[in-house]
């Protein structure tokens, strides 16, 4: 897997690279209960039963908008499924 300052970047199918971190921060919000969709052209969280922490906050502002990729690829990606 390639690396960007440090970080480690998941290559998915159909070239779109995410960070590592972008992609664990997902998962963990979706084991959660919460998901994650884009609102007003910005990556939001719908807890559900997961409690958001102020890591969670500062990842989702540091990462937005590899997050807001991140989810229209998986919606993309459910669409042709």
Aim: proline share 4%; net charge positive.
């Amino acid at each position: 897997m390639p690396r960007s300052r440090g970080s480690i970047i998941v290559a998915l199918r159909g070239g779109v690279l995410v960070p590592l971190e972008v992609l664990q921060f997902v998962w963990r919000i979706e084991d959660g209960g919460g998901s994650i969709c884009v609102v007003g052209g910005q990556g939001a969280v719908t807890p559900g039963t997961y409690s958001m922490t102020a890591k969670d906050t500062a990842t989702l502002k540091q990462h937005n908008s590899r997050v807001k990729r991140l989810v229209k690829y998986c919606d993309e990606i459910e669409c042709v499924v």
